[in-house]
């Protein structure tokens, strides 16, 4: 009995972790998706996302839940202009260019947060945070979630169906889709593929904000923050397949039961190590991993 | 005499889809055999199942009398069997000298395929480009600069795939006779060509496939007359010019 | 293939000269030769990138695993049983080299981002695992090398770093010159071949498998080498610097790339410029703004590639190659 609620438990507390990783990373999907750029910088737009989660829950006393929107908004605008100076001119450029101008965004973006934020650790405090609903309970053993992680999730899902919606039931995401396929094609039928690439970026970096801030009531912002989940972001959509909304929301949900599960056994640091050598065996073995897209 | 290949029963699947459906053929030393069919046929699909790059699903392929099928490229190329790319596949980085080079490796040392390489340019006539990059190129050079890269291979069967796409008359005239030239001394080629022309002139025997199965094996004569293979021509129009893909 | 200008080779034997003469006339304990010596050590470093990450463009952003090997093989048996760091530099690259053909079974047949996601991800794993095996490597505190001048050259320890110079100076040269062998060979054709177009290298006969693990082996062995004379020169490290992202991986393939990837000078020409540029980055400014340096550091990388994507000697051959069109027609 105690056994099948360890499990059950464990079984829950994943698919919560899961669905916010989910969201983080259907920017860095959508991104590729669109644009066949590998962002290595992506993870710092959710650090970018906390941060001005953090702000807002500081100054203005606004719930994370509700400054996710600010960081969605603010992030959008910032990651349309570094599209449009930074990625707009590396887009046909060969592989080894797009990997270390985004590997320099990474230590440029980390490293300003260092130098405005400072490297202290900040958190915030929200009635909620430590309230959990019991869903369901038999004698001394409860099945319970933290609302704390209910709420990004809810949150996550949220976003993740907008996006989904976004893409597939407006003109504006089928012309994005479009140009995705063949950039070629939608221009000639009068897309404008600069905008959408740009779109598509602001976008995809201001979802993984939106999602850094709805973790905020559990995970504490801090520089560094960002580069930690960068191969747990890559897990996911490697997992689910590089470049699909459905992918990341089944990848994020199987990096979450990989992490809440190998937690019941494994020490902290052998955690990590798992996850890194998820990610390696993934990468192998997934055909899109074999065979690299190109664009023709 | 023995054939140099083999196809047994060959059938090439991705996921759903049948590009070769039991497929047999077999060429003797010495032929010049063109493989013909309309667009979609699996014309290049067989080329490639023949080389390596997407090993037969089912079937056997006998090349110098060694079942070769799921060995990969590097290892066929050095028993003698390679292919030009359709769409052309150079090095497009190196030299013209280096990309004919690289295929001289397969057997041999450094210095003996740069000095093979030599003689195969000047007998493809690219000599004079020897050290132009591969990427500056026409693309009836690089068609033959894929040409001079396979035989620097040294290959006992060479498969052709449209190397006289988008040539002049003259150029494909001079291909012609560099192909009968390599065949007298010994060469076998199998060749892809939506030309009928040039095919008609350059081959003596002639496969044909539809919807990747073989519907006719026999000599021009026959070919032209077989009412199959005019039904598959038939809508796709009996083509004489070089189709692009 | 080797276009040798007169006037390049005249370079060349100018730069060694020089190189081989001007910290004599630097003072000993000095930090511009302390500076000197990095830059040739991370000369070599970007020289032993460069034969998987240039000639076959398999980006790795993972070599810190392989030079982390190299500095802490050699550390643990040079504390723990005396043994010279000279034979705990062949154990290390023979370690290295099996890290390499292990991660070339799941890695190797990748291409582009995902081969160099595959090798960040397994030069983390190195890093935790050297932080969390604290009874071998120390753990996150780092590692000490034991400082015995009385074991003689042997221990590869000197009272000046003027020894530790000219022994950086043999280690880049030989580097230089494994590259050049690599790159004028046979091998070197073949790792071309599949840089430019891997399914035709294979159909014209390279054993592209063979080849790309064959550079792994051989990159890392050298990178792990270098690791040991690391270890030595710098006498402590830790986890993190020896297997950071920043601090030995990507820089490793910037010195590489920013001089033109793939070249023989591309290091050189790296080292060149970033090593110093890093010593001043963190010395005006280290101090004053934590992050500042890296900061800098990552503008500069985005900076270069949006200047000349192909990098800095790249740039040198078209200017050359403009001017001699002009000249000659």
Redesign the interface.
């Known amino acids: 009995m105690q056994l099948l609620f360890t499990l059950l438990q464990t079984l829950l507390d994943g698919i919560m972790l899961g669905g916010v990783y989910a969201v983080l990373a259907v920017g860095l999907s959508l991104v590729f998706g669109v644009m066949h750029i ?1 962002n ?1 910088a992506h993870a710092e737009f959710m650090m970018i996302g906390m941060f001005i989660g953090w702000l807002c829950w500081h100054y203005l006393g606004l719930d994370p839940m509700l400054g996710a929107f600010v960081a969605l908004v603010v992030t959008f605008f910032f990651g349309m202009l570094v599209q449009r100076f ?1 990625i707009r ?2 887009l046909g ?9 985004t ?13 405005i934020m ?2 202290e650790f900040r958190s915030v405090t929200t009635p909620y945070q430590t309230q959990s609903v019991i869903l369901f309970a038999s004698g001394p053993e409860r099945l319970l979630v933290g609302m704390d992680k209910l709420y990004a999730f809810l949150m996550a899902l949220a976003s993740g169906a907008a996006v989904w919606l976004f893409l597939n039931k407006t003109r504006f995401g089928t012309a994005m889709r479009a140009t995705s396929q063949d950039p070629m094609a939608a221009k000639l039928m009068g897309v404008n593929t600069n905008l959408m690439y740009a779109v598509a970026f602001g976008l995809g970096v201001g979802v993984t904000a939106f999602g850094g801030s709805v973790v905020l009531p559990y995970i504490t912002a801090s ?1 560094a923050i960002g580069t930690s989940f960068a ?1 747990l972001m ?1 897990t996911v959509v ?1 997992l689910g397949g590089l470049g699909s909304v459905t992918g990341a929301i089944i990848g994020g949900i199987a990096v979450g039961l990989i992490q809440s599960f190998s937690a019941l056994v494994l ?1 902290i ?2 955690q ?2 798992a996850l ?2 998820v ?3 993934t ?3 997934r055909p899109e ?2 065979v ?1 897209r190109r664009r023709s | 005499m023995s054939a140099l290949l083999e196809i047994r029963h060959v059938t090439r699947r991705f996921g759903g889809l049948v590009a070769n459906s039991d497929v047999s053929f077999d060429v003797a030393p010495g032929e010049i055999v063109g493989l013909i069919g309309p667009n979609g046929a699996g014309k290049t699909t067989l080329f490639n199942a023949l080389v390596g790059i997407y090993p037969p699903s089912e079937g056997e392929v006998i090349f110098n009398g060694q079942p070769i099928a799921g060995w990969k490229p590097h290892r066929i190329a050095k028993a003698g069997l390679t292919k030009t790319f359709q769409n052309v596949a150079l090095f497009a980085e190196s030299t013209v000298l280096d990309n004919v080079v690289t295929g001289g490796l397969v057997n041999r040392s450094l210095p003996e395929a740069r000095a093979l390489a030599a003689r195969i340019l000047d007998r493809v006539g690219l000599r004079a480009i020897a050290d132009k990059r591969a990427g500056d190129l026409s693309f009836p050079e690089r068609a033959r600069v894929e040409v001079a890269r396979a035989l620097c291979t040294e290959p006992k069967l060479l498969l052709l795939d449209e190397v006289m796409a988008a040539l002049t008359p003259i150029e494909m005239e001079e291909i012609i006779t560099l192909v009968r030239g390599l065949r007298d001394e010994g060469m076998t080629f199998v060749v892809v060509e939506h030309h009928m022309k040039a095919v008609m002139k350059l081959c003596e025997r002639l496969v044909v496939l539809n919807f990747g199965e073989k519907i006719a094996d026999g000599t021009p004569e026959q070919i032209t007359r077989n009412q199959k293979v005019l039904d598959a021509y038939l809508g796709a129009g009996f083509s004489t010019d070089a189709e692009a893909h | 293939m080797t276009r040798s200008h007169p006037l390049a080779r005249l370079l060349l034997v100018a730069t060694i000269a020089a190189l081989a003469v001007v910290p004599l006339f630097l003072d000993p304990f000095g930090y511009a030769l302390r500076i000197l010596c990095l830059m040739l050590l991370f000369g070599a470093l970007g020289q032993a990138w460069n034969i998987v ?1 240039g000639l076959a ?1 398999q ?1 790795s ?1 993972g070599h810190a695993a392989y030079f982390g090997i190299g500095a802490y093989s050699s550390t643990i048996l040079f504390g723990s049983f005396g043994l010279t760091p000279i034979l705990g530099a062949v154990v290390g690259a023979v370690l290295a080299s099996i890290f390499a053909l292990l ?1 070339s ?3 190797l ?6 081969f ?3 090798t ?3 030069g ?2 190195a890093r ?2 050297a ?2 095996w604290t009874s071998v490597t120390g753990g996150p505190v780092g590692i000490s090398v034991p400082f015995r001048p009385e074991a003689g050259p042997w221990a590869l320890q000197f009272e000046t770093a003027l020894p530790n110079y000219y022994l950086f100076f043999a280690a880049f040269l030989i580097v230089t010159l494994i590259f050049w062998r690599v790159k004028t060979s046979a091998f070197g054709y073949r790792l071309r071949a599949i840089k430019e177009n891997e399914i035709a290298a294979e159909v014209v006969g390279v054993d592209t498998y063979r080849v790309k693990l064959q550079a792994s082996v051989l990159s890392a062995a050298l990178t792990a080498v270098l690791g040991t004379l690391y270890a030595q020169f710098q006498f402590f490290f830790d986890p993190d610097t020896i297997f950071g992202v ?1 601090t030995i991986s ?1 820089k490793m ?2 010195i590489a ?1 920013l001089g033109g ?1 793939g070249t023989i000078f591309g290091p050189w020409v790296g080292a060149l410029v970033i090593i110093p540029l890093e010593e001043l980055a963190n010395s005006w400014l280290g101090n004053s ?4 340096s ?2 800098t ?6 900076v ?3 200047l000349n ?2 990098g800095l000697i790249s740039l040198a051959e078209t200017l050359r190659d403009r001017l001699s069109r002009r000249n000659g027609q």
């Open positions: 590998v290595f930074l001119p590396i450029a060969p592989q080894v260019a797009q990997i270390f101008l590997v320099g965004l990474l230590f440029a973006l980390e490293n300003a947060a260092l130098m400072g490297a520089p191969v890559f490697v020490p640091q052998l990590n190590l890194f050598a990610f390696i065996l990468l192998a073995l991993g074999l690299a | 990450g463009n980006i952003l991660l079974i799941p890695t047949r990748l291409k582009g981002h995902y160099a996601l595959a960040l991800a397994a983390e794993m935790i695992v932080n969390s920043a990507v393939a910037l790339i990837v703004l934590a992050g500042l890296q900061f550091y990552g503008v500069l990388l985005i270069v590639i949006l994507p192909r």
